[in-house]
C-alpha cells in the first residue's frame, strides 16, 4: 500500500474471453494508464483473465490485498459469462445479495421492457457501496477497495470519469535527456544518479528509429526540484556532447 504523500497504487483487472481470445482489441486499460498517470496515480499491475469464476475471484482478491485500488473491467451484465460479482464475492466469502437501490433504478430505466435476467445487474457482493455517477440510473459499484465496472468501452470510460478524483493525488514531473551512444556506456553514470537521488524514478529507453540521439533518459518525481537535480546531476556527469537536448 502506497506510504502518505505518495501515490496510490492502482491495479487493473480485465475480465473477458473475448479480450484473450482476440475476437475485440483491449480498450479499457489501455485509455486508464496515461489517465491514471495524469490524475498522479501509480499503475503497479494490469493482468487480463478469462470469464471464469475462480480466475476472477483469485486475481481480484490478491490485487486487492496488495494494492490501494484495484479496478475491474466486464463481466457485469445479465448473461451467462457475466460472472464478476460471483467471483468477487466468492473470493471475499460474502454472497451475492440483490442491492435493493439497483434494482430500483433497473426497474425504473427498463419499465415494461424489464426482462428478469436484467436484475442480475443489481446482484453485487454483501457489503458492496454504490458512488454516485453522472446517469442516475448506473452508479458505480465499490466493494472494499475494488471499483467493478462494465467492460463496454464507452461505458467504461464514462462511469470512470464520474469516479476519477478518487485517484487523484499529487502529478508526476518528468524530466528528459536525450542521448547519443549506446546504453552501456550510458549505465554507469544512471547508477551513480539513481543512488544519488532516491526520491526519483530513472528510465532508460533505447531508439533504434532516430537519428538525432539513441537514448532516451527519463528522470521522475512527485517533487519538480528533485526530477531538475537529477538531470542536472545525469548531465553534469555524461561527456560532452553526448546529452543533445533535455525537455
Known amino acids: 500500500?502506497?506510504?502518505?504523500?505518495?501515490?496510490?497504487?492502482?491495479?487493473?483487472?480485465?475480465?473477458?474471453?473475448?479480450?484473450?481470445?482476440?475476437?475485440?482489441?483491449?480498450?479499457?486499460?489501455?485509455?486508464?494508464?496515461?489517465?491514471?498517470?495524469?490524475?498522479?496515480?501509480?499503475?503497479?499491475?494490469?493482468?487480463?483473465?478469462?470469464?471464469?469464476?475462480?480466475?476472477?475471484?483469485?486475481?481480484?482478491?490478491?490485487?486487492?490485498?496488495?494494492?490501494?485500488?484495484?479496478?475491474?473491467?466486464?463481466?457485469?451484465g445479465p448473461t451467462h459469462d457475466d460472472l464478476t460479482m460471483e467471483g468477487i464475492a466468492g473470493a471475499f466469502g460474502v454472497p451475492v445479495v440483490r442491492h435493493p437501490e439497483l434494482e430500483r433504478l433497473l426497474r425504473?430505466?427498463?419499465?415494461?421492457?424489464?426482462?428478469?435476467?436484467?436484475?442480475?445487474?443489481?446482484?453485487?457482493?454483501?457489503?458492496?457501496?454504490?458512488?454516485?455517477?453522472?446517469?442516475?440510473?448506473?452508479p458505480v459499484t465499490r466493494f472494499h477497495n475494488v471499483w467493478i465496472l462494465p467492460g463496454v468501452p464507452v461505458v467504461f470510460r464514462r462511469k470512470f470519469d464520474s469516479i476519477r478524483e478518487h485517484f487523484r493525488a499529487r502529478p508526476f514531473h518528468v524530466r528528459r535527456a536525450y542521448c547519443l551512444g549506446e546504453e552501456g556506456a550510458l549505465a554507469g553514470h544512471l547508477d551513480a544518479v539513481v543512488a544519488g537521488h532516491p526520491e526519483v524514478s530513472v528510465g532508460s529507453y533505447p531508439r533504434f528509429d532516430a537519428r538525432e540521439y539513441r537514448v532516451i533518459v527519463t528522470l521522475e518525481s512527485k517533487d519538480p526540484a528533485?526530477?531538475?537535480?537529477?538531470?542536472?546531476?545525469?548531465?553534469?556527469?555524461?561527456?560532452?556532447?553526448?546529452?543533445?537536448?533535455?525537455?
Open 1 to 76: 500500500m502506497a506510504e502518505p504523500g505518495a501515490a496510490p497504487t492502482v491495479a487493473i483487472v480485465v475480465i473477458g474471453d473475448e479480450i484473450l481470445s482476440g475476437k475485440f482489441a483491449e480498450e479499457n486499460a489501455a485509455w486508464l494508464i496515461p489517465t491514471l498517470r495524469e490524475l498522479g496515480a501509480a499503475l503497479r499491475r494490469i493482468v487480463v483473465i478469462p470469464d471464469v469464476v475462480s480466475d476472477i475471484g483469485d486475481t481480484v482478491k490478491a490485487c486487492a490485498e496488495r494494492f490501494d485500488h484495484v479496478i475491474t473491467s466486464g463481466g457485469v
Open 108 to 138: 425504473g430505466c427498463y419499465g415494461d421492457r424489464l426482462e428478469e435476467r436484467n436484475l442480475r445487474m443489481a446482484d453485487v457482493p454483501e457489503g458492496a457501496t454504490l458512488v454516485g455517477a453522472d446517469h442516475p440510473s448506473w
Open 226 to 247: 528533485a526530477a531538475e537535480r537529477a538531470l542536472a546531476d545525469l548531465c553534469a556527469r555524461l561527456p560532452a556532447g553526448v546529452v543533445v537536448r533535455t525537455e
